[in-house]
């Protein structure tokens, strides 16, 4: 059959990429949005960056919100597959991620291995987001919220249909469920896999991710010290671990004004962005394996 090069891969990619994020806005243009406003919130979507142009969220029912998140999580699963399984099959990634996972054999195409490899990453990615979904209807958000708050968790993007965010919940529980769900999704998604096929130990052995999980740590502790109210009391932990988790993530949440904060807190959260997540995940940042 015919092959297809790296360069009409490459091209392909960039327009299905850019196809998507203008089809996505069509449907805002259907609630009032004008043709910018809604090319822009669709590709803040489909490229999980988070940013809206959205202000007043009573004007727009839910269909609009969950469509948000779609984009979202749609788009947070096709930047990983893009990462773990099309750039090292193209030779071109930085890591070559898990290229062995994949498949080297002569006779079975790039498509192929898309295919195969996505469909892993699809069943990784969809069961952390049901956990999560599962996870904050137990602690109290309603189960439409928890829907799109989720998805938006797993692809890093951070929109949410309250327009204060995740403070808008007023849920201490649910803050820390989705600290740790942004934690997690900033890892490496092809070591989720690896943990389901028989090898548990990999997410832990991977270099990478205990570098992730160090700074994380570290990261934590060093904002707690520079919030007022005792170190160890639960509302500083929990304040400072989920802005940790937001910044390396890059999800975009919030669960607290950070023009409260001390500027020591905010220029530690601007370093801990700089950072980044970990390659092989939709996290934003130069990403840990780079450094």
């Known amino acids: ?71 979202q ?11 773990v399984v099309v750039f090292p099959a193209l030779g071109i990634a ?22 195969r490899v996505a469909g892993r990453l699809l069943v990784v990615y969809g069961s952390l987001t049901a956990l999560q979904v599962a996870l904050l209807v137990h602690y109290g958000m309603p189960w439409f919220d928890a829907i799109c708050n989720s998805m938006c968790t797993a692809s890093t993007g951070g929109f949410s249909p309250n327009p204060s965010s995740i403070a808008g919940y ?13 934690f997690l999704c900033g890892a490496n998604f092809a070591l989720y896999w690896r943990m389901v096929s028989g090898r548990p130990l990999a997410l832990v052995r991977d270099s990478e991710f205990r570098a992730y999980a160090t700074v994380a740590l570290l990261g934590a502790v060093a904002v707690a010290a520079t919030l007022p109210g ?6 500083t932990l929990r304040v400072a671990c989920f802005q940790v988790a937001n910044a390396m993530s890059e999800t975009g949440f919030a669960s607290v004004d950070f023009n409260l904060w001390s500027d020591a807190g905010r220029s530690l959260v601007v370093l801990l962005v700089l950072v980044g997540g970990c390659a092989g995940s939709a996290a934003g940042g130069p990403k840990v394996a780079r450094y």
């Open 1 to 71: 059959g015919t092959r297809v090069h790296r360069v009409e891969s490459m091209a392909g990619v960039a327009v299905c990429w850019i196809g998507a994020g203008l089809l996505g806005g069509v449907p805002f243009l259907f609630v009032g949005l004008g043709p910018v406003d809604a090319a822009f919130e669709s590709v803040s979507g489909i490229t999980t960056t988070g940013a809206s142009v959205l202000t007043d969220f009573s004007q727009y029912g839910r269909a609009v919100f969950l469509w948000r998140s779609v984009l």
């Open 73 to 83: 999580w749609m788009g947070g699963l096709g930047v990983i597959a893009l990462f």
């Open 94 to 115: 930085g890591r070559q991620l898990f290229f062995a996972e994949v498949s080297t054999a002569a006779d079975e195409g790039i498509a192929t291995n898309v295919r």
């Open 170 to 182: 007023a849920n201490p529980a649910c803050e820390w469920v989705v600290a740790a769900f942004m």
């Open 230 to 235: 005792p170190l160890l009391s639960e509302e």
